[in-house]
């Protein structure tokens, strides 16, 4: 069975830091492009990172100077360093393929939930 777990969240205060992590099963996911979404209350799932196999990275323009996003090949797990949070940031981060459910599989898990408050 292929799944992927995220977990690292938590409640920071603004400028803090978390870093989350996204483990996954099953050797493909070497080959994929991953990301990292997330949800805010209300509002629509975005892309805020993703990373090729080959580690080349893109970032939504909202967490660019500030996000970092890397993975472990050998480990099949992918990162998310977030620095400088703000209460913007606030959401459910999920790891997924990009673009989401590759080859038509549902690779979406529960998410971890990232608060930023004081």
């Known amino acids: 069975q292929v799944y992927i777990v995220e977990s690292g969240g938590g409640l920071a205060q603004p400028g803090g830091s978390l870093r989350l992590s996204c483990a996954a099963s099953g050797s493909i996911f070497r080959l994929y492009t991953m990301a990292w979404y997330r949800q805010a209350p209300g509002k629509q799932r975005e892309l805020v990172a993703s990373i090729t196999s080959g580690g080349n990275t893109n970032y939504v323009d909202s967490v660019k100077g500030r996000f970092t996003i890397s993975r472990d090949n050998v480990q099949i797990t992918v990162y998310l360093q977030m620095n400088s949070l703000k209460p913007e940031d606030t959401a459910v981060y999920y790891c997924?393929?990009?673009?989401?459910?590759?080859?038509?599989?549902?690779?979406w898990g529960k998410g971890t939930l990232v608060t930023v408050s004081s």
């Open positions: 997924n393929t990009d673009p989401p459910n590759y080859h038509g599989i549902d690779y």
